[in-house]
């Protein structure tokens, strides 16, 4: 059974940093993609990251990029998502999700929301002006 759980959200001030974690169990990191996804009130879930750890890749969204960094602890089956210049539209609940990597392929121009069978809870961040 995928079992994931999302932790790490705060509340921050604008221009600060914050690490998310996803711990993750019955599954090998390397045979899934592992994605961040984000919700903020009234808004669609958006996908932030993700990481295809045996094929070398990562993906990051156009409102992330250069401030957002997604990695991985393959001995902690664990998988962070360090962001960095926060601003307060980065507030939202997030999320991680996997999905098997024969299903995913190499994500390029998006995240789709309904290609990831597997969700952890959210974490809430708060990003305060």
């Known amino acids: 059974e995928v079992q994931l759980q999302a932790s790490g959200g705060g509340v921050v001030q604008a221009g600060g940093s914050l690490r998310l974690s996803c711990t993750t169990s019955g599954i090998d990191l390397d045979d899934y993609v592992i994605a961040w996804f984000r919700q903020a009130p009234g808004k669609e879930r958006e996908g932030v990251s993700a990481i295809g750890i045996r094929a070398g890749w990562t993906y990051y969204g156009n409102s992330v990029k250069g401030r957002f960094t997604i990695s991985t602890d393959n001995a902690k089956n664990t998988v962070y998502l360090t962001m960095d210049k926060l601003k307060p539209e980065d507030t939202a609940v997030y999320y991680c999700?996997?999905?098997?990597?024969?299903?995913?392929?190499?994500?390029?121009?998006?995240?789709?929301?309904?290609?990831?069978?597997?969700w952890g809870q959210g974490t809430q961040v708060t990003v305060s002006s």
């Open positions: 999700a996997a999905e098997d990597r024969s299903s995913v392929g190499i994500l390029t121009l998006g995240i789709p929301v309904d290609l990831f069978d597997s």
